[in-house]
């Protein structure tokens, strides 16, 4: 049930724009609900946040007592999402709207208020920046007697159905991850920001988020790792394609793909010098060329699949051992929060040293440039992902 009638447009006195709020008209007779009424107005006009819709202050007209609020070119989110000419489905607009969301619940929670009723239809969206209002708050209506506040399934936090509730910041917090949810299925649910709702809506209150402030801080920590992921990835990619047209260029160091077995030096079979003495002899005995016989060669047959498969097993097990600590270094937390500048930086540097750490061991195994290439990228895309799943393993320790 609707705790009071919807906020419409009207005109004070002066004749300016304002929003009306009036009181249900089926509880508008009992005092317990009228005294809730003029309580939000008075607790509203002590706000001063540019992110909740403005109290004006209780006032009465002819057809009833009602609350004035300032008015402001917007929409309630849910048809704000809807609106092709808002064009608020963008992960930008949605980073902004959860900032300037949780900016305004924090600021409630530091009066010792909880909102309560925080969902799309009470967040409005101004045309212009898409700046939020948030609005309604259910505060004041939760302790009437006899109840007049019936909660929406989908946005309230579980422990609120339950009978002699006490609500708690934990109950925005729920309210929070599920708008978060409901935002951003509109634009890109990352994995970072799937985490955050996960923690936000956990049945437990004790499990979620201590405060909004923490939960605001995972929120943009979550989204500069997504984006910083995206970003690393892009890099990864230019440099691997770099590695590949570098190996294209090179000469391949013999026609077969690697090379571990030298060929045994062909040895030369020298006659036997004589000596000044014997050399004085007039005669010599003929040796006949059917009775030379030539000298083993030394010779080794071996598999040249067996050997490409060790090759690669072996230049991928030094590569992997040498790129490990550069691959690492790029993605820490302090690189994280280093800026994208610094962090595009310092990863071409590190993509620099692989690219040197490749060609080393590609001449020190003979092995064919464009094969190598292929293999390092395969063990830096490997150590990427390793890195990243500690990145996020830390920030859940946290």
């Not at 809807?82 to 009066?111: E, G, W």
């Not at 309210?175 to 299925?185: D, T």
Request: charged residues 25%; glycine residues 2%.
């Amino acid at each position: 049930m609707k705790m009071t009638e919807p906020i419409i447009i009207g005109t004070n006195k002066e004749g300016k724009k304002i929003f009306i709020k009036r009181p249900c008209k089926e509880f508008a007779a009992i005092d317990s609900y009228q005294k809730a009424f003029a309580a939000e107005a008075r607790q509203g006009k002590e706000w001063a946040h540019p992110n909740l819709l403005q109290y004006i202050g209780l006032e009465k007209d002819e057809q009833s007592t009602f609350i004035a609020l300032e008015y402001i070119y917007s929409v309630p989110l849910n048809r704000a999402l809807l609106d092709a000419l808002l064009c608020i489905n963008t992960p930008k607009d949605s980073k902004q709207i959860m900032n300037q969301l949780m900016d305004a619940v924090t600021y409630l929670h530091s009066r010792n208020i909880c909102h309560l009723d925080i969902r799309p239809e009470n967040i409005f969206i101004t045309r212009s920046a898409h700046d939020v209002r948030l609005a309604n708050p259910a505060n004041t209506y939760i302790a009437c007697t006899p109840s007049f506040f019936i909660y929406k399934e989908r946005y309230t936090a579980p422990e609120l159905f339950k009978e002699n509730s006490i609500p708690s910041p934990a109950c925005d917090i729920y309210s929070l991850g599920k708008v978060m949810e409901y935002l951003y299925c509109y634009s890109y649910l990352s994995v970072g920001i799937r985490r955050i709702i996960r923690k936000a809506t956990h049945p437990n209150p004790a499990k979620r988020y201590a405060s909004v402030e923490a939960m605001q801080k995972a929120f943009n920590r979550a989204r500069y790792i997504d984006g910083c992921v995206t970003v690393a990835k892009g890099v990864a990619a230019i440099a691997i394609l770099a590695l590949f047209y570098i190996g294209l260029q090179d000469e391949p160091v013999s026609t077969e793909t690697m090379q571990f077995v030298e060929e045994t030096e062909e040895r030369s079979h020298k006659e036997p010098e004589l000596s000044s003495t014997e050399a004085d002899f007039s005669y010599s005995l003929p040796v006949s060329s059917d009775i030379r016989r030539p000298h083993p060669t030394d010779t080794l047959n071996f598999d040249a699949d067996e050997h490409r498969r060790l090759a690669e097993q072996i230049f991928r097990k030094e590569f992997r051992k040498r790129a490990e600590k550069v691959v690492t270094a790029m993605y820490t937390p302090q690189m994280m929060n280093a800026g994208e500048s610094t962090f595009h930086q310092q990863s071409m540097d590190g993509f620099s040293q692989l690219d040197k750490i490749q060609k080393e061991l590609a001449e020190q195994f003979n092995m064919d440039p464009i094969l190598t290439t292929r293999l390092s990228s395969e063990v830096i895309s490997e150590l990427t992902t390793e890195s990243m799943k500690k990145l996020k393993q830390t920030e859940d320790e946290d």
